[in-house]
């Protein structure tokens, strides 16, 4: 990981365990931990989740440094280190945002939790899809099929594909704030269509290309 990325990651993580600890005793008992796809809390836990938050996404952070070294692909995955890197910066950004706004509810300021949530959500699979056209082979990161993982060639076609739905997905969601109520609803089950889609295309695309390299009968 880049020394630069590195550094902004640890500042970013510092400061989520920082705000945490610091409003902890501003928090009631119980908080809200969990709202529904309509925005109204459905989900109550003890204060001590809201400390649980930055140790999840540290551990999720330690993960993704972790992956490039362990990979039996890694040389492939130092193709588009750059992209890596900040997706896992932008990766961060949400799960900190999405702790901030916890943090902020159960400290009294009130809002429409979807409309606070869609445009990270956006921005977070927007990014993803971004990077996704620069994801090369390998076994940790991306659309890993057995055709995928088996084929170069079927491996970045379908790439650039995931890459085309997660931006189309992403733009969709920003647009549902027109109607917050339905935007998680949408969003599933585009998300579920889109993933359906890109499987099989991974599929027919692995097929048509190991029927075009056999060798036909005669020559």
């Known amino acids: 990981m880049r020394k630069t990325a590195f550094f902004?990651?640890?500042?970013?993580?510092?400061?989520?365990?920082?705000?945490?600890?610091?409003?902890?005793?501003?928090?009631?008992?119980?908080?809200?931990?969990?709202?529904?796809i309509t925005g109204q809390p459905d989900g109550y836990s003890g204060k001590d989740m809201i400390l649980l938050m930055p140790f999840l996404t540290l551990v999720m952070f330690i993960l993704f440094v972790l992956i490039p070294k362990i990979d039996p692909l890694k040389e492939n995955?130092?193709?588009?280190?750059?992209?890596?890197?900040?997706?896992?910066?932008?990766?961060?950004?949400?799960?900190?945002?999405?702790?901030?706004?916890?943090?902020?509810?159960?400290?009294?300021?009130?809002?429409?939790?979807?409309?606070?949530?869609?445009?990270?959500?956006?921005?977070?699979f927007f990014f993803l899809g971004e990077m996704m056209n620069s994801v090369k082979r390998n076994y940790m990161i991306g659309v890993r099929t057995p055709w995928t993982l088996a084929n170069d060639e079927v491996w970045d076609k379908t790439h650039k594909l995931a890459s085309k739905v997660f931006k189309i997905i992403a733009i969709i969601l920003l647009f549902s704030l027109i109607s917050p109520i339905h935007a998680f609803p949408l969003f599933f089950g585009l998300l579920i269509i889109g993933t359906c889609y890109i499987l099989l295309y991974s599929y027919l695309e692995y097929k048509r290309i190991v029927k075009d390299k056999k060798p036909r009968k005669g020559n």
Do not use: C, Q, R
């Open 8 to 36: 902004i990651s640890l500042s970013l993580l510092a400061f989520s365990f920082a705000s945490s600890y610091y409003f902890y005793l501003d928090l009631p008992e119980k908080i809200v931990t969990h709202w529904g």
């Open 77 to 124: 995955i130092e193709k588009f280190a750059d992209a890596y890197d900040d997706f896992i910066l932008v990766f961060l950004l949400f799960m900190f945002y999405i702790s901030s706004l916890m943090l902020l509810w159960n400290l009294g300021l009130k809002f429409d939790m979807n409309v606070a949530i869609i445009p990270s959500f956006s921005f977070l």
